[in-house]
């Protein structure tokens, strides 16, 4: 095993520790990109920690379901609902600014408002401005979402979620109810609330003049889609609306799916084009650049990027988005076939095995740690 893989995962040399940075800004791809003047900023937001552990009940439910898997609990049964109003309520209270300052993005046609909810979640806003109709990507608290549509004096005409979690799908029912002629598009094999239009993979929506195609992502959840922008008609890179696959530095986890899947979802992602912008469901870039450095010691692009974010979450910017060209430098649930990684991991290929095959295995490592990581 390599010098690293010996190591116990969460514990590095502390050579990339975010504390231990110097206040360098990082002038990458996306600082160059056109921020939109002023607005956004009035936006409402709010919300709360994540489910530690992912799906805990309420403590005055536990005990009487222990038997189930937390995961299952958060998903599948009305606990998951009560624990999902329970973080918004919380949220709201703790963050009443939100997460985040919000940047808004805008090309000639189109403006794309990150929303932050609950404890690290995005919603985003997608408007085409000549018509000021507009679609929302995974709206959790709908008050912030409707707070938004009013700020930008908007007609919400469509919701895309991009899997049931009820932290990206939680704001349907109260949106719909407000809005009544909005659609709402998911797969069909996710129990997404209010669904009215589910989508076949590569299917195409138009909201005005904005285009977006739907991608069958699975492995975070069965019906797990993500929504591809078509910038073209703005002059814009594709704009990539990830939900839980991909995140800056990380990736989701695979609830319902197998390394195998997991992999090939990636990789069906990061066809999509350097250019393409990333815009993830979580803000997550301080942690998972910081677990990529204990992996990788020696990669510039990783410290670079970690020192720009702590300096962004300092001043509790978002950071998003990257661009999959910048996540390949550095994000390692995109590096699998990296010797670098693989040999930092104490992997190598297998005499006749196929290389998709141990690059699950790689991915299937990384994973491992990460989870590691996060328990410490
Ligand atoms: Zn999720």
Not at 197 to 205: C, F, I, S
Not at 279 to 302: I, K, Q, R, V
Not at 325 to 341: A, D, M, S, V
Not at 344 to 368: H, I, M, N, S, Y
Request: proline share 9%; with cysteine.
């Amino acid at each position: 095993a390599g010098p690293v893989s010996a190591r116990p995962p969460g514990r590095g040399s502390g050579a990339a520790s975010p504390r231990a940075v110097p206040g360098r800004l990082l002038s990458g791809v996306t600082a160059d990109l056109p921020r939109c003047p002023g607005r956004g900023q009035a936006t409402r937001r709010w919300q709360e920690p994540l489910l530690p552990g992912f799906g805990l009940p309420p403590p005055q439910m536990r005990g009487r379901v222990s038997a189930l898997p937390r995961y299952s609990l958060y998903a599948r049964t009305r606990l998951g609902y009560l624990f999902y109003q329970r973080q918004v309520k919380k949220a709201r209270e703790r963050y009443p600014h939100g997460h985040s300052v919000p940047q808004p993005y805008c090309f000639p046609g189109v403006k794309i408002l990150p929303i932050p909810v609950l404890s690290n979640n995005y919603s985003y806003l997608v408007i085409d401005t000549g018509s000021s109709q507009a679609a929302v990507i995974d709206p959790s608290d709908p008050l912030a979402v409707q707070a938004a549509i009013e700020d930008e004096g908007v007609m919400l005409e469509a919701i895309f979620c991009t899997h049931k979690h009820w932290d990206h799908s939680g704001g349907n029912e109260a949106l719909c109810q407000k809005h009544n002629s909005c659609r709402v598009y998911g797969s069909a094999l996710d129990a997404i609330p209010q669904l009215t239009n589910p989508l076949a993979d590569r299917e195409k929506v138009t909201v005005g003049c904005l285009t977006f195609e739907a991608l069958a992502t699975p492995g975070h959840t069965v019906g797990h889609m993500v929504y591809v922008l078509d910038g073209g008609p703005f002059g814009s890179p594709p704009c990539l609306f990830s939900g839980d696959l991909l995140f800056l530095a990380g990736c989701g986890r695979p609830f319902e799916g197998s390394p195998e899947t997991m992999l090939a979802s990636l990789d069906l992602a990061m066809g999509l084009g350097e250019d393409t912008l990333l815009w993830p469901g979580h803000e997550y870039a301080l942690e998972c650049l910081t677990f990529a450095s204990l992996l990788e010691l020696d990669n510039s692009a990783l410290e670079q990027k970690l020192q720009w974010a702590v300096q962004q979450r300092q001043e509790k910017k978002s950071t998003c988005p990257s661009t999959l060209g910048e996540e390949q430098t550095y994000n390692p649930f995109l590096r699998t076939h990296r010797p670098e990684l693989q040999d930092a991991l104490g992997l190598w290929q297998g005499e006749g095995e196929d290389l998709d095959a141990f690059r699950a295995r790689v991915l299937k490592e990384v994973r491992r740690r990460k989870d590691l990581y996060q328990a410490t």
